[in-house]
């Protein structure tokens, strides 16, 4: 399977400001995934970003909020936007084809103060 | 409404003591039926697909089978590092449904 490294693992960051995590995959994938969980919760998709196509949001996600890029087929970012103590939270970028396991990276810790 | 539920949300065991965790689902368009174990400050880690009722995978203590509306976890004989929180996801075409997960602490 895909081994996924998530960069930075853990971050602290003021209120106000952003942060842009970086997802990169050792193989070619078509989909790639952005969760969050919540302490304690189990897992809620943002948005899949899929190579040469927009991304696609979840409700109660807005591309304003989480911009994500996705310039080739090993590689993605997410960012949180003018952070707020409620985005503190893990996020986790994962990949997988239709119909087909997902495999995850280790996720990025984000505490916001 | 796609929903994903795990039961219990935690369970205690002692060490060598057998039981089985439940996923049931109401989720159309089912493409599978994943199970995954999470270790704090890890990502998830797969363990078992399950595409159709009546099958049934297997590794090492663990054994996932499914039926039209749930799957369970078998733990047979369990030992402190299978110590984890395990989540179910159905997938239909287009995305992943998480349950809560069940964190299962086994004691030596």
């Known amino acids: 399977s895909a081994v996924i490294s998530q960069k930075p693992s853990r971050d602290i960051c003021q209120r106000g400001t952003s942060l842009t995590i970086q997802c990169q995959v050792d193989?070619?994938?078509?989909?790639m995934f952005w969760y969050r969980q919540q302490p304690g919760q189990s897992l809620t998709l943002i948005a899949t970003?899929?190579?040469?196509?927009?991304?696609?949001?979840e409700s109660g996600f807005v591309i304003d909020k989480f911009p994500i890029s996705r310039p080739n087929l090993t590689f993605s970012t997410l960012t949180v936007s003018n952070m707020s103590p409620e985005d503190s939270s893990i996020y986790l970028c994962s990949v997988g084809s239709r119909g087909e396991p997902q495999h995850f990276g280790d996720g990025t810790r984000l505490s916001i103060l | 409404e796609d929903q994903v539920t795990q039961s219990p949300e935690a369970l205690r065991l002692q060490e060598g003591e057998s039981s089985s965790l439940n996923c049931s689902y109401t989720v159309s368009g089912l493409r599978g039926l994943f199970w995954y174990r999470q270790d704090p400050g890890k990502g998830p880690e797969f363990l078992f697909t399950l595409y159709s009722a009546g099958e049934e995978k297997e590794k090492e203590r663990l054994k996932a089978t499914l039926t039209k509306k749930e799957s369970f976890l078998h733990i047979t004989a369990p030992k402190p590092e299978d110590s984890a929180t395990y989540l179910c996801?159905?997938?239909?075409?287009?995305?992943?449904?998480f349950g809560s997960g069940t964190k299962l602490n086994v004691k030596p």
């Open positions: 996801a159905v997938g239909d075409f287009n995305k992943f449904y």
């Open positions: 193989s070619q994938v078509t989909m």
């Open positions: 970003a899929n190579q040469g196509s927009e991304a696609t949001y």
